[in-house]
T-cell receptor
Framework: AQRVTQPEKLLSVFKGAPVELKCNYS??????LFWYVQYSRQRLQLLLR??SRESIKGFTADLNKGETSFHLKKPFAQEEDSAMYYC??????????FGAGTRLTVKP | NAGVTQTPKFRVLKTGQSMTLLCAQD?????MYWYRQDPGMGLRLIHY???????AKGEVPDGYNVSRLKKQNFLLGLESAAPSQTSVYFC???????????FGEGSRLTVL
């Protein structure tokens, strides 16, 4: 079955601490993975995609095909990073499968 | 720019009633999508469209119909609403198959 699993519904860290939001996927094809973020009272928006290999707002994510993971990391969390984060997997038939999301809270 | 606009933002229906959610985008995107979001389940694709006049089923299409008569609009219809359709509905659009999804603000539907 094609699915995306985000094992943590809630994650809380202190400002300045490292943060890692976990994402695991199950897919027999070549995976195309994304992280989307929804800040309070804002729309869901793209944070980064694995194909770009970019760092956005200090976040990075590396695709590990062996472990079928695409964890999102930031070395020093900021209060403005508090948001809902969704990992997403694009399937060949245009369907984008989303994980259930992780709510990150960065405490001062 | 408005981006992706959904109307209405909130609606309460009785079981068996019908309604239509409207999604409008002003970015000239070819691809449009309707998702539903339920607690603990992430977003699930209901239907999508790869261009004007086309529609296709997603992961959870049952109980919904869609139409894309104009490129900028994508309508989601519930012919006979059921309590199981209580959800938050999101519309999205994109330039192409591999592009970023641009989302609307969501429409919260409650079916009593």
């Amino acid at each position: 079955a094609q699915r995306v699993t985000q094992p943590e519904k809630l994650l809380s860290v202190f400002k300045g601490a490292p943060v890692e939001l976990k994402c695991n996927y199950s897919y027999s094809g070549s995976p195309e993975l994304f992280w989307y973020v929804q800040y309070s009272r804002q729309r869901l928006q793209l944070l980064l995609r694995h194909i770009s290999r970019e760092s956005i707002k200090g976040f990075t994510a590396d695709l590990n095909k062996g472990e079928t993971s695409f964890h999102l990391k930031k070395p020093f969390a900021q209060e403005e990073d508090s948001a809902m984060y969704y990992c997403a997997l694009r399937l060949n038939n245009n369907d984008m499968r989303f994980g259930a999301g992780t709510r990150l809270t960065v405490k001062p | 720019n408005a981006g992706v606009t959904q109307t209405p933002k909130f609606r309460v229906l009785k079981t068996g009633q019908s309604m239509t959610l409207l999604c409008a985008q002003d970015m000239n995107h070819e691809y449009m999508y309707w998702y539903r979001q339920d607690p603990g389940m992430g977003l699930r694709l209901i239907h999508y469209s790869v261009g004007e006049g086309t529609t296709a089923k997603g992961e959870v299409p049952d109980g919904y119909n869609v139409s894309r008569l104009k490129k900028q609009n994508f309508l989601l219809g519930l012919e006979s609403a059921a309590p199981s359709q209580t959800s938050v509905y999101f519309c999205a659009s994109s330039w192409d198959l591999v592009g970023e999804l641009f989302f609307g603000e969501g429409s919260r539907l409650t079916v009593l």
